[in-house]
């Protein structure tokens, strides 16, 4: 969805440094999500917001943090990267109101493939 | 943990058969939504079923939901293949201020022109 996006979208690092994947979106959500998928499973979620002031973590929280810099803006931080951090990473946001209930279709941005040697 | 699981994990089908893809999962839930990806890509939302749902269509996607037995599928008629890709079922859960989504392993389809 070209109004989730990703930055950057391929990153190759070394164990040990710190990293930010970047996302941003201009659909007006409240909701931002992180999530990363490593090959063959599913998506599992790290970090989610539903406001600028709310962050929670989800079920992988551990060895990243996040900032919710403004509602359209949602980045992720891996504070001291390792290999088994080695994964695709998608952004994700939700909200908006329709016959009077939430909106919980997620809309995805492209991804960023990370690799940490 | 995960709590969707998709069945078959692969499918390989001719253009024009249907596709059906079964998700089962553990625990209460508000709705449950179907997401593709086409290979190494974002996730695109498909359909959204809630709890108090249990059949819906979208062109030519058919989801069910039996909440007694915990499970979903999804069916694509007359598939294309263009229809090429994994499907992924989530589970949605709200409560006591906390959210989860929750995705499974997800179907790999193949559909062979």
């Known amino acids: 969805d070209a109004d989730v996006t990703q930055t950057p979208r391929n990153r190759i690092t070394k164990t040990g440094k710190r990293i930010m994947l970047e996302c941003s979106q201009t659909?007006?959500?409240?909701?931002m999500y992180w999530y990363r998928q490593d090959p063959g499973l599913g998506l599992r979620l790290i970090y989610y917001?539903?406001?600028?002031?709310?962050?929670n973590k989800g079920e992988i929280s551990d060895g990243y943090s996040v900032s919710r810099q403004a509602q359209a803006k949602f980045s992720l931080s891996l504070e001291s990267a390792i290999p088994n951090q080695t994964a695709l990473y998608f952004c994700?946001?939700?909200?908006?109101?329709?016959?009077?209930?939430?909106?919980?279709?997620?809309?995805f941005g492209p991804g960023t493939r990370l690799l940490v040697l | 943990s995960q709590q969707g699981e998709e069945d078959p994990q692969a499918l390989s089908i001719q253009e024009g058969e249907n596709a059906t893809m079964n998700c089962s999962y553990k625990?209460?839930?508000?709705?449950l939504q179907w997401y593709r990806q086409n290979s190494g890509r974002g996730l695109v939302h498909l359909i959204l079923?809630?709890?108090?749902?249990r059949e819906k269509h979208s062109g030519r996607l058919r989801v069910t939901l039996d909440t007694s037995k915990k499970s979903s599928s999804l069916l694509i008629t007359a598939s294309r293949a263009a229809d090429t890709a994994s499907y992924f079922c989530?589970?949605?859960?709200?409560?006591?201020?906390?959210?989860?989504?929750?995705f499974g392993k997800g179907t790999k389809l193949s559909v062979i022109p």
């Open positions: 625990t209460s839930i508000n709705n």
């Open positions: 917001s539903f406001d600028v002031k709310d962050i």
């Open positions: 989530a589970t949605a859960y709200s409560g006591a201020g906390s959210y989860q989504l929750t």
């Open positions: 079923i809630r709890s108090n749902e």
């Open positions: 659909k007006g959500h409240d909701r």
């Open positions: 994700a946001t939700s909200g908006g109101l329709a016959g009077g209930k939430y909106q919980e279709t997620q809309y």
